[in-house]
C-alpha cells in the first residue's frame, strides 16, 4: 500500500495554516502565516479581519505547500480540516476551502477538533504510551483531559473564564507591552522579580477547573495601587510575578492529576506551551518526579496545519468521513 499524504488545514483562529503529512509523522512541508501585524493595534483577533485575510491566503499557501514538499495534488490522498472549536468566520474559510478541493478531487476527508490536534501535535515527535495526562492552554482554552487512546479524550476540567492564553493577552495589554502577550511577558519576564509584587495563585484545589479572571484583575488593581507606569522597569517585575502564577498553578493542578489519577505521562499543548518558563519548570518536575512529560518544539505549539493533518490521517484510516453537509462549530466537541 502506498503512503499517505495528507493536507492539513488549520484556520481556527488568525494563523493560516496549511501542511502535507508523510505517512505518519513525516512533515514535506508546512506553512503557518501569522497575521499579528493586522490585530495588533486592536490588542486581540478581530474575526472579520482574520476570515478575510485567510480568504485571500489560503489558496496561494496550499500552492506554496504543494510546491515545497513536490507533490501534487493527485497524489494527496486526504484531506483534514480544523471544523472546531475556534471564531467561525475563519473556520469556515477553512471548511469551505477542504470541501471544494475534496469534491473537485474526490478525495476523503475529515473534520478535526482543534483541541485534539493540539494534543496529538506531540506525536509528529513520536508516540507517547497511552493513557495519558493533556494540558491544552492556548488563547481560547486551558482544558486538562485524560487521552485514553486516538481520538479517546476525557475532559477532566476547564477554564470557567479567561483562557491562559487569553489572560497574557490581556495582563500584556494593560502593561502596554504588545501583542500577543505571551511572548512579550515571556520576555520581560526575564528581566523581573517573580517574588516582588504578591499575586494570587487561583488552585482551585476542590475542582479539576481553572479561573484566571481573578489573577488577571489582582494586576489590574496591582498597576493602580503602585503606579506602574508602561515602560518602567517595574513592568518586567509585574510581568514575572504574573507569568509565575499563572505556571504555578498550571503546574500544581497537573501535578495533582498524575498522583491522584496515578497517570505518569503528560503532553503540555497550545501556545501558551511555547512560554519558556512553563517549559523549563515542567522539565524540572519530570526529573524530580521521574514522569515523562512531553512539551512540543516551538514549531509545534502554535496552530499548525501538521497537527491536524497527524489527527485526520488515523481518522481516515479508522474509516471516518465526514458528511457534506459538516458546518463548524464555535465549541469543542469534547
Ligand atoms: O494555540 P494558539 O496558537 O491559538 C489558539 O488556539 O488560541 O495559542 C495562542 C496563545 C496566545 O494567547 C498567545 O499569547 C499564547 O498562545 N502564547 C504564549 C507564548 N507564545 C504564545 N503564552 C505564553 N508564553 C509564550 N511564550
Ligand atoms: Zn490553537
Not at 49 to 76: C, F, G, W, Y
Not at 128 to 152: C, D, N, Q, R
Not at 290 to 304: A, E
Request: aromatic fraction near 6%; include cysteine.
Amino acid at each position: 500500500m502506498n503512503e499517505s499524504l495528507i493536507l492539513g488545514i488549520e484556520t481556527s483562529c488568525d494563523d493560516t495554516s496549511v501542511a502535507i503529512l508523510r505517512g505518519e509523522r513525516e512533515i514535506l512541508a508546512s506553512v503557518v502565516s501569522s497575521q499579528n501585524e493586522l490585530h495588533a493595534p486592536f490588542c486581540g483577533i478581530v474575526p472579520e479581519i482574520a476570515a478575510r485575510r485567510h480568504l485571500e491566503l489560503i489558496l496561494p499557501i496550499t500552492q506554496q505547500v504543494l510546491s515545497e514538499a513536490k507533490v501534487n495534488m493527485d497524489q494527496i490522498t486526504g484531506i483534514g480540516v480544523t471544523t472546531r472549536p475556534g471564531l467561525v468566520p475563519s473556520l469556515v474559510v477553512g471548511l469551505s476551502f477542504a470541501k471544494a478541493l475534496a469534491w473537485s478531487r474526490r478525495i476523503p476527508w475529515v473534520g478535526v477538533d482543534h483541541l485534539e490536534a493540539h494534543i496529538f501535535a506531540s506525536f509528529l515527535e513520536g508516540e507517547i504510551e497511552f493513557p495519558f495526562l493533556a494540558l491544552v492552554v492556548s488563547g481560547g482554552h486551558t482544558s486538562l483531559f485524560v487521552v485514553k487512546g486516538y481520538g479517546e479524550l476525557q475532559l477532566l476540567g476547564e477554564t470557567r473564564d479567561d483562557a491562559a492564553g487569553e489572560a497574557f493577552d490581556k495582563v500584556a495589554s494593560l502593561l502596554q507591552l504588545g501583542y500577543p502577550g505571551g511572548p512579550v511577558i515571556d520576555k520581560a519576564a526575564k528581566e523581573g522579580d517573580p517574588a516582588l509584587f504578591e499575586l494570587p495563585r487561583p488552585y482551585m484545589k476542590e475542582t479539576w477547573d481553572f479561573s484566571f479572571s481573578g489573577l488577571k484583575t489582582a494586576v489590574v488593581h496591582l498597576v493602580k495601587r503602585e503606579g506602574i507606569k508602561p515602560g518602567s522597569p517595574e513592568v518586567n517585575h509585574v510581568a514575572a510575578g504574573f507569568q509565575e502564577a499563572v505556571v504555578d498553578v498550571l503546574v500544581a493542578k497537573t501535578l495533582r492529576a498524575v498522583k491522584e489519577l496515578s497517570i505518569p505521562r503528560v503532553v503540555v499543548a497550545g501556545g501558551v506551551a511555547a512560554n519558556s518558563r512553563l517549559r523549563r519548570r515542567f522539565e524540572e518536575v519530570a526529573k524530580e518526579e521521574s514522569l515523562t512529560i512531553k512539551v512540543p518544539p516551538l514549531s509545534l505549539c502554535g496552530d499548525n496545519g501538521a497537527m491536524v493533518a497527524f489527527v485526520a490521517r488515523y481518522r481516515l484510516e479508522m474509516g471516518e468521513r465526514s458528511p457534506w453537509h459538516e458546518d463548524v462549530r464555535s465549541r469543542t466537541g469534547y
